[in-house]
């Protein structure tokens, strides 16, 4: 891209071009208590480490395209937010708005089928770095329903990690359920005492942890340890899920690259138990246990783990490169592309792909623009391309390809 060309986007004075690839800004989310180093050094940018991130939105509606053509590029640069500003429209220098590129043509940059769906884009492609986390369910994908959305998600993990996956057979769902109330209406009362100042917050998470000691939610659901690159697919919904903490297993937390439909979790996420979490002034979130027990599925064959890890199957393959597809569903599905030192793909498009880095240098061309994209970085590739070329370097390369 010349300086001239630049100056013409900034400006507004010229429409976005939808036929080459665009590296993605990556948003990257500060979590004091959780986050970590492991995206920012994956990514190279170890002059970030310092600062704990617990994910980086790789592709949202609000993602933000640079015009740069090499992620390896010191004016190449992340955004650093919150889960409270993450949602809001930035515009960094040498960038335009995936949004207003879609809008060039939502048909010619999505692909015809997804366009006519919804015109605009409606994945969430988010890297993680996890500690433990709610146990949560959403609706069936399927469902309509008046007030909840559906959020199909699948996570694929890059290092080993400890979920929670579906519901024990045979277990008493009735002791379940007041399992979690009786933690939730202990931690709400302690929390009162916190607040009118009968007892100080260390006692109260004391009592807490004996609480949840005395009769656990976790005595009810699956322990599951997925290995590296092990796929868990969780987008048919109504199933039980939650990320756990295991210091010698998982010693990082779970370091996973995360596909769901773009949902917001206030109309998206059910929440049963929070880990007995309770703040320092008191107060506690909400949690949305009728919901939980009400949509959560509760046949044997939705809550049996095996069921929901697919083992990769080879689409293609040829002297210098393995394309295989992780999972397919119908809000989104993730290829993985294996391509040996110095060798290339090519493929035709029919629809707009997200093309991630897990490994390796790789160029990518497509229209008269090639892309240099490195370990840890994204690019889009509209439909309107034509055609794409994945070219490896001097290293073996992993590319993760999402699309709908």
Same mark, same amino acid.
């Given at each position: 891209m010349?300086v001239?060309d630049?100056?013409?986007y900034?400006?507004?004075?010229s429409?976005?071009d939808?036929?080459r690839?665009y590296? &993605?800004?990556?948003?990257l989310?500060?979590?004091?208590?959780w986050?970590? =180093?492991?995206i @920012?050094?994956?990514?190279g940018?170890?002059?970030l480490?310092?600062i704990?991130?617990?994910q980086?939105?790789?592709?949202?509606?609000?993602?933000?395209?640079?015009?740069?053509?090499?992620?390896?590029?010191?004016?190449?640069?992340g955004?650093?937010?919150?889960n409270k500003?993450v949602?809001?429209?930035t515009?960094?220098?040498?960038s335009?708005?995936?949004?207003?590129?879609?809008?060039v043509d939502?048909?010619?940059?999505?692909g015809?089928? &997804?366009?006519?769906?919804n $015109?605009?884009?409606n994945?969430l492609?988010?890297?993680?770095?996890a500690l433990?986390?709610?146990f949560?369910?959403?609706?069936?994908?399927?469902?309509q329903?008046?007030k909840w959305?559906?959020k199909?998600?699948?996570w694929?993990?890059?290092? $080993?990690?400890?979920i929670?996956?579906g519901?024990?057979?045979?277990?008493?769902?009735v002791?379940?359920?007041?399992?979690c !109330?009786n933690?939730d @209406?202990?931690?709400?009362t302690?929390?009162n005492e916190?607040?009118?100042?009968?007892i100080?917050y260390e006692d109260?998470r004391?009592r807490?942890?004996? @609480?949840?000691?005395? =009769?656990?939610?976790?005595?009810?659901?699956?322990?599951?340890?997925?290995?590296q690159?092990?796929?868990?697919?969780?987008?048919?919904?109504?199933?039980?899920?939650?990320?756990?903490?295991?210091?010698?297993?998982?010693?990082?937390g779970?370091? *996973?690259?995360e596909?769901q *439909?773009?949902?917001m979790?206030? &109309?998206?996420t059910? !929440?049963a138990?929070?880990?007995?979490?309770?703040? $320092?002034d008191?107060?506690?979130?909400d949690?949305?246990? #009728?919901?939980?027990?009400?949509?959560?599925d509760r046949s044997?064959?939705?809550n049996?783990p095996?069921?929901h890890? $697919?083992?990769?199957a080879?689409?293609?393959q040829?002297?210098?490169? @393995?394309?295989?597809?992780?999972?397919?569903?119908e809000?989104?599905?993730l #290829?993985?592309?294996? *391509?040996s030192p110095r /060798?290339?793909?090519?493929e035709? *498009?029919?629809?707009y792909?997200?093309?991630?880095?897990?490994n390796?240098?790789? !160029?990518?061309?497509?229209g008269?623009?090639?892309l240099? &994209? /490195?370990?840890?970085?994204?690019?889009?590739?509209p439909?309107?391309?034509?055609?794409?070329?994945v070219?490896?370097?001097?290293t073996?390369?992993?590319?993760l390809?999402?699309?709908?």
């Amino acid at each position: 891209m010349s300086v001239a060309d630049t100056m013409r986007y900034t400006l507004g004075m010229s429409t976005p071009d939808i036929t080459r690839p665009y590296l &993605v800004i990556p948003k990257l989310i500060e979590q004091p208590t959780w986050g970590g =180093d492991y995206i @920012v050094k994956s990514k190279g940018w170890d002059e970030l480490a310092q600062i704990k991130i617990g994910q980086s939105y790789e592709l949202f509606s609000g993602s933000n395209l640079s015009l740069l053509t090499d992620s390896a590029s010191r004016d190449f640069h992340g955004e650093i937010t919150d889960n409270k500003a993450v949602e809001l429209s930035t515009a960094p220098p040498d960038s335009i708005q995936l949004s207003k590129l879609v809008a060039v043509d939502p048909t010619a940059v999505l692909g015809e089928e &997804v366009a006519r769906k919804n $015109p605009s884009i409606n994945l969430l492609i988010k890297y993680t770095q996890a500690l433990g986390n709610s146990f949560q369910v959403h609706i069936p994908a399927s469902l309509q329903h008046p007030k909840w959305l559906p959020k199909p998600e699948s996570w694929y993990y890059f290092e $080993p990690g400890c979920i929670t996956l579906g519901i024990k057979p045979g277990i008493d769902w009735v002791a379940y359920e007041a399992c979690c !109330r009786n933690i939730d @209406v202990q931690i709400a009362t302690l929390g009162n005492e916190v607040q009118q100042g009968l007892i100080s917050y260390e006692d109260a998470r004391l009592r807490i942890a004996e @609480v949840v000691q005395q =009769d656990s939610p976790t005595q009810y659901v699956n322990t599951v340890y997925p290995v590296q690159g092990q796929l868990v697919d969780l987008s048919c919904g109504a199933l039980h899920h939650s990320w756990e903490e295991d210091a010698a297993l998982a010693p990082q937390g779970n370091i *996973l690259y995360e596909l769901q *439909l773009e949902a917001m979790d206030d &109309v998206s996420t059910f !929440r049963a138990y929070d880990k007995g979490k309770l703040l $320092p002034d008191g107060s506690k979130r909400d949690l949305q246990i #009728n919901e939980y027990f009400e949509f959560i599925d509760r046949s044997d064959a939705l809550n049996t783990p095996a069921n929901h890890l $697919p083992e990769p199957a080879v689409l293609s393959q040829a002297d210098g490169y @393995v394309l295989s597809s992780l999972m397919r569903s119908e809000s989104y599905s993730l #290829n993985k592309l294996l *391509l040996s030192p110095r /060798t290339s793909y090519e493929e035709h *498009l029919e629809t707009y792909k997200h093309l991630f880095v897990k490994n390796g240098t790789v !160029r990518i061309t497509a229209g008269k623009t090639t892309l240099q &994209v /490195t370990q840890g970085h994204s690019c889009f590739i509209p439909t309107a391309a034509g055609t794409y070329t994945v070219e490896a370097t001097d290293t073996a390369s992993e590319i993760l390809v999402s699309f709908v």
